[in-house]
């Protein structure tokens, strides 16, 4: 993966530890320091406009930079105009720090676009109230988004089809720092009998928007649930009563008959 440019960052950094090792011999310079090279590809619009940077550093000192918009090495500091100098003088150095524009920065990120730039996760939108819903009492409509990628997303509340502005909270975009992010977005309400509230969702991973809805029922249904339940058991056990009765009657009068039959006889 445009590893062939590690071997010119590793012979320029030779390059310089050498020249360095001579330049600092006699001088006052600590025993122990760090060089390091930093290279840097930078896209706008894709890879419309590519900028690669290579950055030599002594400590923490940014001495010299190959920059591709100027194709040539610069000197940051006095230390390193000998530096550029010489590499601005060698054709070879210079002619592969301009084609790794295409050969090292090109061509990792249609390496890694894939995974990185055209990454695409769809989010997971569920809709509830804050506190259990009584009617024509104040409460919170939260949307909930969660696991999505890329960040740029749109959430919509809605009340009975219309857009609702005011009222409206969020917590703004949140970086879990796994490459998902998530998101709430609150409606004040009031909730009235029959409205319908819908949270709408729309994100690059969709083909078309995400909508999850939530109805204002009357208030405890499951206390009617319940009362409807034991209503029905009730009728259950007069229906069964009645049939028992009623095959009782049935079989009872047959027993009598013939014993007034016998009696009769
Ligand atoms: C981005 O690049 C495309 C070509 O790939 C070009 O058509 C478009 O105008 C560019 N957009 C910007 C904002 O420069």
Not at 58 to 71: C, K
Not at 156 to 182: A, C
Not at 248 to 253: N, V
Not at 258 to 263: G, N, R
Request: aromatic residues 10%; contains cysteine.
């Amino acid at each position: 993966m445009g590893s062939s440019w590690v071997p010119w960052v590793v012979a320029l950094l030779v390059t310089v530890v050498r020249l360095d090792s001579s330049m600092t011999q006699g001088r006052d310079a600590p025993e122990d320091f760090v060089i390091q090279a930093k290279a840097d590809c930078y896209f706008t619009n894709g890879t419309e406009n590519v900028q690669f940077v290579v950055r030599f550093i002594f400590n923490l000192e940014e001495y010299a930079r190959f920059d591709s918009n100027l194709g040539m090495f610069v000197a940051l500091t006095e230390l390193g105009q000998p530096d550029a100098e010489l590499w601005n003088n060698r054709p070879d150095i210079l002619a592969r720090s301009r084609a790794s524009v295409d050969a090292l920065c090109r061509h990792n990120y249609k390496l890694g676009a894939p995974f990185t730039v055209g990454r695409k996760v769809q989010p997971e939108v569920t809709v509830y109230p804050e506190r259990i819903p009584a009617l024509q009492h104040h409460n919170l409509l939260l949307c909930s988004v969660t696991g999505f990628y890329p960040g740029d997303i749109k959430i919509t509340w809605f009340r009975n089809g219309q857009e609702q502005r005011e009222g409206v909270m969020s917590t703004g975009l949140i970086r879990n720092g796994d490459w998902t992010f998530q998101t709430m977005v609150m409606l004040a309400m009031t909730p009235e009998l029959g409205e319908v509230y819908t949270c709408l969702v729309d994100h690059p991973s969709l083909l078309s928007p995400v909508s999850v809805e939530w109805r204002a029922q009357s208030e405890y249904p499951w206390r009617k649930m319940l009362s409807g339940i034991a209503a029905f058991l009730v009728g259950l056990v007069f229906l069964l009563v009645g049939i028992v009765i009623h095959t009782r009657a049935r079989k009872g009068p047959k027993r009598s008959s013939s014993s007034t039959a016998t009696l009769r006889s």
